[in-house]
C-alpha cells in the first residue's frame, strides 16, 4: 500500500527488498571498490539508532533496560567486548508462510542492537539478564568503593 502511494509496485519492492539482502562485504561498486561505510556497519548503525535503551544507576549496580519485542531468551545475545563495552543484540526475524499474504507490514524487522561503555566501576563478574515481555534488563553491579586509606602510625624512638 505505501509502496503504490510512492508509484512504486510490487516487483519495484521486490527488487529493492533484493539489494538489501545483499551480503555482507558486496558494496556493488563496479570493481569491487569500497566507497563509503560497509554494509554491516550501516546495518548495525541503523539497529542501534532503532533500538531503545533506558540506562539506571542504582545505588548498587547498573540496570539497562532495553526493548527487545518478539525475542525469546535464545534470540537475544548478551557479550562484554574490549574489556569494558556491554553489547545486547538480537535479531528479529519475518515469518514466511507461503499460505500468507501481507495487506501491511509496519512492525520493525531486522538486528536489534546497544552498546554502552561500562564505568570503571563496574564489575564485570557480576552480570546478569533477564527478559519479560519483550523487555531486557542487563543488571551490572558495581564494585564496591575503595576503603579509605588509614594513616599509618610510625611509632617514634627516644634516643
Request: with cysteine; proline share 8%; glycine share 8%.
Amino acid at each position: 500500500m505505501a509502496g503504490m502511494m510512492f508509484g512504486l509496485d510490487a516487483p519495484m519492492m521486490t527488487a529493492l527488498q533484493h539489494l538489501l539482502d545483499i551480503p555482507d562485504g558486496e558494496t556493488g561498486a563496479p570493481g569491487g571498490e569500497e566507497q563509503g561505510p560497509t554494509r554491516a556497519y550501516v546495518r548495525d548503525a541503523r539497529a542501534m539508532a532503532a533500538t531503545p535503551a533506558d540506562v539506571k544507576e542504582l545505588p548498587g549496580a547498573y540496570a539497562f533496560v532495553v526493548d527487545m519485542p518478539g525475542l525469546g531468551s535464545g534470540d537475544i545475545k548478551v557479550q562484554v567486548e574490549d574489556e569494558r563495552v556491554l553489547v545486547i543484540s538480537g535479531e528479529r526475524r519475518r515469518e514466511e508462510k507461503e499460505d500468507a499474504k501481507y495487506l501491511r507490514m509496519e512492525r520493525r524487522m531486522g538486528k536489534l542492537m546497544r552498546k554502552f561503555v561500562l564505568p570503571e566501576n563496574a564489575d564485570m563478574e557480576k552480570i546478569s539478564a533477564a527478559c519479560r515481555d519483550g523487555v531486557l534488563t542487563v543488571t551490572v553491579e558495581k564494585l564496591p568503593p575503595p576503603e579509605p586509606k588509614k594513616p599509618k602510625t610510625i611509632q617514634v624512638q627516644v634516643a
